[in-house]
């Protein structure tokens, strides 16, 4: 995997939490308007419709972005961890490379 494809594939899981949100925010709104209609005394049977539909979808794009976010963890996991090569190794990483010799002693 290339870093670019790493790049616009990490945008993913956002963008559909980004969906996930956005529809909460109609949810909330149509809710305030049901609680309006009730405050006056009127029906709110076409609002209580559109809030189930919209709770409908906010439940399939949270699918979406659970699957997207499962996905990215994979793809990230596969990378590794790529050490610099300023970086000293130190004793123990030594001795996994060369488990044949005995562990230092240390006095």
Do not use: C, W
């Amino acid at each position: 995997m290339d870093a670019l494809d790493l790049t616009l594939f990490h945008t993913l899981p956002p963008a559909a939490q980004f969906a996930v949100d956005q529809k909460n925010k109609e949810i909330n709104a149509t809710q305030k308007e049901i609680g309006q209609k009730r405050k006056n005394k009127e029906p709110a049977d076409e609002l209580i419709a559109k809030k189930t539909q919209f709770e409908a979808e906010k439940k399939e794009l949270e699918g979406v972005a659970a699957e997207k976010e499962v996905e990215l963890k994979r793809k990230v996991v596969s990378i590794g961890n790529l050490v610099h090569d300023s970086v000293p190794v130190s004793d123990n990483e030594v001795m996994l490379l060369l488990p044949s010799l005995p562990p230092p002693v240390y006095i």
